[in-house]
Structure formats: structure tokens, C-alpha cells
């Protein structure tokens, strides 16, 4: 079983950061794809970035990149979103996510965390 819990949102100004933690519990990632999503009110969840559990590859959505930067705490089975530059259209409910397979589709995620509020004023 997987579970995924997450933390460090918060209220940030605009121009401000923040970074989002992770922490993962399973016997083995090693063959797993870790995503963060992220959900405004009235809109449909968005992907953001997504990385493998090894690092090799990383993706980032077109609106975040530049921005975010996904890092790993492998000891700790951690993974971390930092958020920095970060603007009020990036309030949101943060999510991640685990996945046995690479995909950019939050369809394809079958573990997520429970979420936390990232809001940027202006």
C-alpha cells in the first residue's frame, strides 16, 4: 500500500516561495513516476510537474517552468516542489501523486496525497 502525505502550503505574497514536501511510504519506488497536480476552484485538475523516483527524468508543466523545480530526499522517501516566483494564478490545492508508470495525466496516478492549499496574493 502507498501513501503520500504532503505539507507546506500556505499564504505567500506575489514574487514569494514555497516548498511542498512529499513523504512517501512503500517498500520499493524505485519503478514509480512522482507527479504534483495542483486544483483551482472551478477548474479541472492541472498537471504540473512530474518526475521518476531515480531523478532521470523530470517534466514541467509550460506554465511552471523556470519556476518550480522538483528535488529528492531519497533516505527519507521524500520529494520536494519548490515554488518560487510564484504568482496568484498559481492558487491552488496542491496534490501529488504516484504512479507505476510515466504519464503527465492525472487519470494515470493511482495514489494521491490528501492535498494542500498554496495561496498567492497579489
Known amino acids: 500500500q502507498v501513501q503520500l502525505v504532503e505539507s507546506g502550503g500556505g499564504l505567500v505574497q506575489t514574487g514569494g516561495s514555497l516548498r511542498l514536501s512529499c513523504a512517501a511510504s512503500a517498500r520499493t519506488f524505485s519503478t514509480y513516476t512522482m507527479g504534483w497536480f495542483r486544483q483551482a476552484p472551478g477548474k479541472e485538475r492541472e498537471f504540473v510537474a512530474a518526475?521518476?523516483?531515480?531523478?532521470?527524468?523530470?517534466y514541467y508543466a509550460n506554465s511552471v517552468k523556470g519556476r518550480f523545480t522538483i528535488s529528492r530526499d531519497n533516505v527519507k522517501k521524500v520529494r520536494y516542489l519548490q515554488m518560487n516566483s510564484l504568482k496568484p494564478e498559481d492558487t491552488a490545492v496542491y496534490y501529488c501523486?504516484?504512479?507505476?508508470?510515466?504519464?503527465?495525466?492525472?487519470?494515470?496516478?493511482?495514489?494521491w496525497g490528501q492535498g494542500t492549499q498554496v495561496t498567492v496574493s497579489s
Open positions: 501523486a504516484a504512479s507505476t508508470g510515466w504519464s503527465t495525466v492525472a487519470y494515470d496516478y493511482q495514489y
Open positions: 518526475t521518476t523516483w531515480s531523478g532521470g527524468n523530470t
